[in-house]
């Protein structure tokens, strides 16, 4: 409380700089059916989010809310909820 708040020319730079990655078009190969695939996932008590790699490179990202039962579980349950929402994802 009673905390001034400074805008700096920093803050201004960083913030114009997060507004311009967040319009910037994400790059996304194609998958190359003979190559084995890599998922990367996390959780925490928001969402659940992963990543499908090919060969070092990006192919999807998947990410989604906590289901209102899924907030009562502990952090090695929502690790693996978060596996388990990636390969239904991309089971094929």
């Known amino acids: ?35 084995s695939f890599v998922i990367y996932s996390d959780a925490s008590k928001k969402g659940l989010g992963c990543v499908l790699m090919q060969q070092g490179k990006v192919v999807a990202y998947a990410s989604r809310q906590l289901k209102s039962h899924e907030h009562n579980y502990p952090t090695l349950d929502l690790e693996l909820a978060t596996v388990v929402f990636a390969l239904k994802i991309w089971r094929h």
Request: proline share 3%.
């Open 1 to 35: 409380m009673g905390a001034s708040f400074v805008w700096s020319n920093a803050c201004e730079d960083s913030f114009q700089n997060l507004k311009q990655k967040q319009v910037t078009a994400l790059v996304l190969t194609v998958p190359d059916g003979s190559g």
